[in-house]
């Protein structure tokens, strides 16, 4: 059975940081990539970032510089380290597979964490 377990949202203040894990369990995790995505209430889910099966990794414009997302092999983890938030990174924070970073459509999405940042 497919599983990838999203933790390690919370409520920081602006300027905090936080750290995302995604476990991913029951396929070949060094064979695909992995991305975070978001959705703020009221907005469309959009991609934050995500890292290749070949350890590369790519980042939406309004996170480049402050996020950083790496992937663990010998755990099947995926993490996103969370630097500088600002109270517009308020989302609930999903982990996906996906084929390839930016091609098509994920095929598996975890349960969503909820990240707040207050002013």
């Known amino acids: 059975e497919v599983q990838l377990v999203g933790s390690g949202g919370g409520l920081v203040q602006a300027g905090g940081s936080l750290s995302l894990s995604c476990a991913a369990s029951?396929?070949?995790?060094?064979?695909?990539?992995i991305g975070w995505f978001r959705q703020a209430p009221g907005k469309e889910r959009e991609g934050v970032s995500c890292t290749g099966a070949d350890n590369s990794s790519s980042y939406a414009d309004s996170v480049k510089g402050r996020f950083t997302i790496s992937r663990d092999s010998a755990k099947n983890t995926v993490y996103l380290q969370m630097n500088s938030l600002k109270p517009e990174d308020t989302a609930v924070y999903y982990c996906?597979?996906?084929?390839?970073?930016?091609?098509?459509?994920?095929?598996?999405w975890g349960q969503g964490t909820q990240v707040t940042v207050s002013s």
């Open positions: 029951g396929f070949a995790f060094d064979e695909y990539a």
């Open positions: 996906a597979t996906q084929i390839q970073c930016g091609v098509g459509v994920p095929w598996y």
